[in-house]
Each structure stands twice: as structure tokens, then as C-alpha cells.
């Protein structure tokens, strides 16, 4: 028998298990809604298919065969493990278990993603988590993750989402820092200043500010270049200099008053790195309840954060 014929045996296979434990054909019609005749076609057709009689029949009774009840046995089998599938598959999707997989960019995940995993954790104690730290761009389509957080103001077809925020970039000192050399009140003032800044191509350390629709560009220096926000951030903490921020990374520093946000009338625009944060996933009817939950605690919680805007002095 081939893998095809194999296939289309399947229901003829599970409808013998029901004959059998029915006694006849009449009562396995009526439990399932069809004609005895219909029944009866059936297991003609299966018994064709194995070329072995499954079924003895008499005016009085039905009863299986030798080759009929060892197919039988095979046959009960297969049908309790696919109970068991069918029941698994509803528990996994109404019941919150399992792993869920979550890339995000490095910075955006140790300091938003990780501190709200444990709370996760307890909350759901039989969903594990694992949290992979990538600045590519992880395709949850392709690559072995349920969800990823990518930050674009145009998230790719194919792909469903949930906006998170929205990243802005602000510039930090520390109040040490600005008691020494003063605070800049107009962007130009920045050309005074020693402003750390990210230094991955030649036009990062010229700075473009907003307000409404004024628009100022400044070519800042400084003795500390870096391209880890973490380490700016530290670099601003301990005074060297003024530094451009993702607001997600300043949070906490602005919140207990390590660094103060310089110029909190002026929007900066970073060029890149910036814009609306999404939470993306498999375009499915059926997505798992581990899932789910997962990305209904991360709208709720990351959505409650707030960035200061920074009028902390």
C-alpha cells in the first residue's frame, strides 16, 4: 500500500473500529449519522485495500475475523493516539505551557525586556522563557523564535504585530557634569561642550535638533566615542560629557537624578534607531496560549513604562 493509499484508508480504518465495537453496521450508521449501506461500502473498500476479509456477516450477526481483529487492535491504537494529539493540541492551546522564544535588540532587552521576565515567570509557571539578545533582524517565519521586537516604523508583510511605543532619543549629563561647564540652552551651545556620541560613521557626531518646525544641526566633538548606549550612558553618569540616548536607556538614570536631560524643547533625531517599536509574530489564527499571554503582558507592561521628557533638573 502506498503512502497515498495509506492516507485515504485512514477514515475507513477508524469507522471499522467503530462497526466492530457497535456490533453491526445499523447502530455504527446511526452514531455517526450515515447509512448502514454507506457503512457497509466502507469496509468492503478497506478489506480491498489490506486483501484480507475483515468482517464475517450473517443475517443474525457481525463479528471480526482473525485478520479483522488483529487490524482492529492496530486500528484502536491509532485512534487512541490521535485522541491524545487532539488533546494535547487543546491543552497547549488553551492552556498557558511550554517555551516561548523572544529576540530583541541587545540594549532593548536587558534593560526593558529582562527585568519583566521574572514577574513573567511567576505569573505563568509553566511557560519557560528564553530571551535571545540580537541587534539582526530575526524573522519569526524563518528563524526558531515565537516572537520578535524590531524597531521600524514600517513592519514587514507577512508578519502580525502590536506596536509597543515609540523609541526618542534624548541628550543626558550629570548634574556634576553641567555645574562644571553650564548648561546649553540653545542647541549651538552644544559646540562648546564634550558630547559623547555614537561614532559608527562620520556623520554621527553632527547632531540634529527639532522644534516644531525650526530644524538646527550641530557639529559636536568629545574625548569619548562609543557605539554601546550602556557605556554612554555610564560615560554621562561619571561626567564626561553630554550624551545622545535612547530613552529607554536614560530612564532610570533620569528618574533618581544621575544624569538630567539637556535641551528637553529640542527632539533629537538620531537618523536611525529610531521610531515605532513593534512585536511581531506568525500571522496565525491558532497562536498558542504561552504566546499569547506573553504578548499581552509586554503590551501591558513595556506600554506602562514611561520616558521622562525631561524636565528633571
Not at 82 to 87: G, Q, T
Request: net charge neutral.
Amino acid at each position: 500500500m502506498t503512502p497515498a493509499q495509506l492516507h485515504e484508508s485512514l477514515a475507513d480504518m477508524a469507522l471499522l473500529v467503530r462497526v466492530i465495537d457497535a456490533g453491526n453496521f445499523s447502530e455504527a450508521a446511526r452514531q455517526l449519522g450515515s447509512l448502514p449501506s454507506s457503512v457497509s461500502r466502507q469496509i468492503k473498500r478497506l478489506e480491498q485495500s489490506l486483501g484480507a476479509q475483515l468482517l464475517e456477516r450473517t443475517t443474525r450477526r457481525l463479528r471480526p475475523t482473525e485478520a479483522g481483529m488483529e487490524v482492529y487492535r492496530h486500528c484502536s491504537r491509532m485512534l487512541e493516539a490521535a485522541n491524545s494529539a487532539v488533546n494535547v493540541a487543546g491543552e497547549l492551546a488553551s492552556s498557558p505551557r511550554g517555551r516561548v522564544r523572544l529576540s530583541a535588540p541587545t540594549q532593548f532587552a536587558r534593560t526593558v525586556l529582562h527585568p519583566l521576565v521574572p514577574t513573567f515567570l511567576g505569573l505563568y509557571p509553566q511557560i519557560d522563557v528564553q530571551l535571545v539578545y540580537n541587534d539582526l533582524d530575526a524573522d519569526p517565519l524563518a528563524d526558531d523564535v515565537d516572537l520578535v521586537i524590531r524597531l521600524t516604523n514600517r513592519p514587514p508583510q507577512g508578519l502580525a504585530g502590536r506596536p509597543l511605543g515609540r523609541v526618542r532619543w534624548l541628550l543626558c549629563a550629570s548634574p556634576g557634569y553641567l555645574q562644571r561647564h553650564g548648561l546649553p540652552t540653545v542647541p549651538s551651545d552644544l559646540a562648546q561642550h564634550q558630547c559623547v556620541y555614537l561614532g559608527e560613521t562620520p556623520d554621527d557626531n553632527h547632531w540634529r535638533l527639532r522644534q516644531g518646525d525650526r530644524t538646527q544641526s550641530v557639529h559636536v566633538k568629545g574625548r569619548y566615542i562609543a557605539n554601546h548606549a550602556g557605556a554612554r550612558l555610564s560615560a554621562a553618569e561619571q561626567d564626561l560629557g553630554i550624551a545622545n540616548l535612547p530613552d529607554f536607556i536614560a530612564r532610570d538614570a533620569l528618574q533618581s537624578g544621575r544624569v538630567i536631560h539637556v535641551l528637553p524643547e529640542w527632539e533629537l533625531d538620531p537618523g536611525k534607531y529610531h521610531g515605532e517599536i513593534w512585536l511581531l509574530y506568525h500571522p496565525t489564527r491558532f497562536l498558542p496560549a504561552k504566546v499569547r499571554v506573553l504578548i499581552d503582558y509586554l503590551i501591558a507592561r513595556v506600554s506602562q513604562q514611561s520616558y521622562p521628557s525631561g524636565a528633571e533638573r
